[in-house]
């Protein structure tokens, strides 16, 4: 059983465009992230949500929000899309301040 | 804010050799420090987690070590194994909330 899911795996798109990249965790965690991590393999944190309310907003354009319809859940939606954007895009959860489990990753690549 | 560094940026050793990865951070004032390992295009896998509170951790051949007040971890992997062969990331997290990782070690074990 998977814990945490991340649909696509990968997501190939032109430029302008908007698209949304789903979250799932099935580990009853109360806490979710997304992470970026760009092409020198860096990982940097955007978003960080407890219990369906944002805990941490990092300095990302406002052109990507994340949301979350249940504490199971955290998607994040990304409008007008630049190349800058072409990363691998983490999604986590933890239970408050506890260990972190990773999903797999979303390759998003802008054309 | 917390700056995470990771020496060596990669690391070769044939394989049955004990080694150690380094990682520093320049504010001491943690909650917490994960351990993590990347293989090629997968996500994270979580290794062992130190409490602020803790010294070391242990599972199996691996041992991570954390010195607080000179702000540093260290990973530990006895008789190294080429499945070892993998990213491994070094995370702090300063208040309850998010992580700061490490650019990495890339790590491999030669058969």
């Known amino acids: 059983d998977t814990a945490v899911s991340q649909t696509p795996k990968y997501l190939v798109t032109q430029m ?4 949304s990249i789903k979250c799932e965790q099935n580990l ?28 941490i907003n990092e300095t990302v354009p ?15 939606h990304i409008n007008s899309l630049e190349l800058g954007d072409s990363a ?11 260990t972190q489990y990773f999903g797999p990753g979303t390759r998003l690549t802008v054309l | 804010k917390q700056e995470v560094t990771q020496i060596p940026a990669a690391l070769s050793v044939p394989e049955g050799e004990n080694l150690v ?3 520093s951070f320049t504010d001491s ?6 351990w993590f390992r990347q293989d090629p295009g997968k996500g994270l896998t979580s290794l062992l987690l130190i409490q602020s509170s803790q010294r070391e ?8 070590s954390l010195d607080k007040s000179s702000g540093r971890s260290t990973l530990y992997i006895a008789a190294s194994q080429p499945g070892d062969s993998a990213t491994y990331l070094c995370a702090v997290r300063p208040d ?5 990782f490490g650019t990495g070690t890339s790590l491999t074990v030669i058969p």
């Open chain 2, 21 to 23: 990865l380094n990682c």
């Open chain 1, 28 to 55: 009853g965690h109360d806490t979710m992230y997304w992470y970026k991590q760009d092409s020198k393999k860096f990982l940097k944190i955007m978003f960080s949500y407890n219990n369906k309310e944002l805990i």
């Open chain 2, 96 to 100: 309850g909330n998010q992580f700061y």
């Open chain 1, 16 to 19: 302008g465009n908007d698209k």
């Open chain 1, 88 to 98: 691998v895009y983490f999604c986590a959860s933890s239970r408050a301040s506890r």
């Open chain 2, 29 to 34: 004032a943690i909650y917490n420090l994960q």
């Open chain 1, 62 to 76: 406002n052109r990507f929000s994340p949301k979350s319809p249940d504490k199971a859940h955290l998607n994040l």
């Open chain 2, 57 to 64: 951790q242990t599972s199996g051949r691996l041992n991570a």
